[in-house]
């Protein structure tokens, strides 16, 4: 058994984690290169300029492979040598032996005679030589496999079923070629064989392998791109021609790119859109929600303007794309509909509004809250523009540090894009159907109050206030709705009842307002139990 072959190790397994498929791949092709180079195996572990194939780390989302195009069949034959005594030591003035070369001879298991001499700097001595011969490779796949497996950098391995052996993800089959050999192994309970799996969905048959070199091309007719550069490239064609079709420019970075690589076996592109009306959010924020959330590719327009277009990378090639579109384009309305949402909300307030929260904030215990680092940080900035013949007071209002960010306050994602458009924005929506809507639910909470106040009757100091701020809303109103909503006249009503309850005049009520509120008050009281008109000092 002479010669060199392709070896080939595939491991199937259930939906990998695309973050971390990269690495994972490329650390078991590593591992399994230097378990050949540990065991002095002739294989083309580097690549080289020869014109023959490199070793590749193959990976898709349900496999990760090391292909390495040229390893010897069997292990080099290996001499090894073991140092003796020297000539003045081993052997006395009559030329005998002496105890110290039979004891060493005797130690390495053969006789004085079968001991060789060598000669150094120092001069002559004896020396044990041993030929090992070489293992087949075969034999020795065993081993380097379950040193690879035990270097991957796994850093939480899960369980399946009633097994104690542990991995990424649950495994299901391995094929182990060497040449068109099938290398026999077991690992994570799994026998090697010839038998990979296609597309789940495609292919979901058994894909017959006839040895390594062939491995890619019977994945790729079962609809498994099994290389990551091809997987990559047709992504990009597939982006391209979707982009074509909406009339944009698509924007696919590498980092999204190499994603929806690791999440896809066969990539094809679907180009959905979504409501105009969410493009008042700003871009940052949808473009975040897509490419983040979502993996959609964002298309733009004439001056890097975002449109209404996207582009969603299917796993399937299928015979109703209108459907995936469908539901791709409804899978991403809410989140747009909750950054729109929570953009309307911090828009509400200036930036400036949310500063007297970092009070409350620890930023260090000898350095204070947020907002101390916050006014130290505003001193600096007043201080450099002096030195630097800028205007101080417009220094101090730019800053990053005053203008507050309202996610430090709230936690919301899209609100770094709301401090930036927030206040172009926040003067179109002050009035309108807005503030009308405001000044409804105002009324309705003002009527509330005054019913649940309590025994006393008394207005609260918050009450009023936000019975001022309520009728704000209500000026610039039809003299009729004014009369018939006023928020302040409902709380006057509302106090003068109260007050009639115990008996003396509430603010403001003079003559026969004063005798119907107390009329008013009296039918309350007749409707309550006897107790109760006790506690009161009403006769029963």
Known sequence: MTGTAALLIELGTEELPPKALDDLAVAFLNAISEGLIKRQIDAKTHATSDGTPNPAAYRSPRRIAAYIPAVARMQPTTTSEVLGPYLNIGLDANGAPTPALVGFAAKNGVAVDELQRVSDAKGERFVVRRERPGRPTAE?????????????????????????????????????????????????????????????????????????????????????????????????????????????????????????????????????????????????????????????VPVFGAGARLTEHFIGIANIESKDPAEIRKGYERVIRPRFADAKFFFDEDRKQPLEAYQASLKTVTYQQQLGSVWDKVVRVAELARVIANRCGVDAGLATRARGARQVRSDDAHGRRVSGAAGRHGPLLRDRRRRGRGGRRRARRGLRA???RRRDRGRSGRPRAGDRRADRHAGRHLRGRPQAQRQQGSVRAAARRARSGAYADRGRPGPRSQGPDRRGARATAGNRIRGQGRQERRRRGHAA
């Open 446 to 448: 003002a009527l509330r």
């Open 140 to 296: 020795l796949v065993q081993e380097i496999l379950d040193e690879a497996l035990k270097a991957l950098p796994i850093p939480k391995p899960m369980r399946w079923g009633a097994h104690a052996y542990g991995f990424v993800r649950p495994a299901h089959w391995l094929v182990v070629l060497h040449g068109s050999d099938v290398v026999d192994a077991s690992v994570l309970g799994l026998r090697s064989g010839r038998q990979s799996r296609g597309h789940r969905f495609h292919h979901p048959q058994p894909v017959h392998v006839a040895d390594a070199d062939s491995w890619l091309d019977a994945l790729r007719a079962a609809k498994v791109l099994a290389d990551p550069a091809e997987r990559r490239a047709r992504i990009r064609e597939e982006v391209a021609r979707a982009g074509r079709d909406t009339g944009g420019e698509p924007r696919l970075s590498d980092g999204l790119l190499d994603e929806i690589a690791n999440l896809t076996e066969w990539p094809v592109a679907i180009g959905c859109t979504f409501e105009r009306a969410f493009l008042d959010v700003p871009a940052e924020a949808l473009v975040t929600t897509m490419e983040t959330n979502q993996k959609f």
